[in-house]
């Protein structure tokens, strides 16, 4: 089965700082990567698809990029209410795995 | 709106069995994919089984290959899994969620709020 890396595990940066999430597949997946925000408390929410596809709804400081086994998750400016744990998705085919999550925090 | 309702879920002794039921409404529910995801507690989250729209299709986790089972109703509007021999590490919270297109993609956009199954002694 195909395993999913991301990193770091966790990071704290300030409002405003450009925030970088990376995750890696052990074999490659095309673009078939979702990421997934998920605030304390809370159900998890889609952002992207397709690897750099925004979903509706979600502020445009969200970015994806990459193909193959190596993509990235990026939020252009920190902002307070992105706290919360990110979760890449591979979903070539099943089974579907997640990365392990990246707690993000305020510093 | 789409809404996402799960139940069933509770305390369960190792090697027992629970049945959980998510009921939809706000969007034509047999023309989409559904899921079960789950989350242990403190933990990141794990897909468990897709089924798609007319049942045709049905895949799992191999962690709970040949003890679950997932099935639904489309003239309930109702999603459903079947969880047998239940182990430890089966504990967590389970979310029904929605695939974001008719076919089946994996990718969730609508979950629910997720019902919470404990197995122990």
């Known amino acids: ?107 | 709106e789409v809404q996402l309702v799960e139940s069933g879920g509770g305390l369960v002794k190792p090697g027992g069995s629970l049945r959980l039921s998510c009921a939809a409404s706000g969007f034509t529910f047999s023309s989409y994919s559904m899921n079960w995801v789950r989350q242990a507690p403190g933990k990141g989250l794990e897909w468990v089984s897709s089924i798609s729209s007319s049942s045709s299709y049905i895949y799992y986790a191999d962690s709970v290959k040949g003890r679950f089972t997932i099935s639904r109703d489309n003239a309930k509007n109702s999603l459903y899994l079947q969880m047998n021999s239940l182990r430890a590490e089966d504990t967590a919270v389970y979310y029904c969620a929605r695939d974001r297109r008719p076919v089946t993609t994996y990718v969730v956009d609508y979950w629910g709020q997720g019902t919470l199954v404990t197995v122990s002694s």
Do not use: H
């Open chain 1, 1 to 107: 089965d195909i395993q999913m890396t991301q990193s770091p595990s966790s990071l704290s940066a300030s409002v405003g700082d450009r925030v970088t999430i990376t995750c890696r597949a052990s074999q490659g997946i095309s673009n078939y990567l979702a990421w997934y925000q998920q605030k304390p408390g809370k159900v998890p929410k889609l952002l992207i698809y397709a690897a750099s596809t925004l979903q509706s709804g979600v502020p445009s400081r969200f970015s994806g990029s990459g193909s193959g086994t190596d993509f990235t998750l990026t939020i252009s400016s920190l902002q307070p209410e992105d706290v919360a744990t990110y979760y890449c998705q591979k979903y070539n085919s099943a089974p579907v795995t997640f990365g392990q999550g990246t707690k993000v925090e305020i510093k």
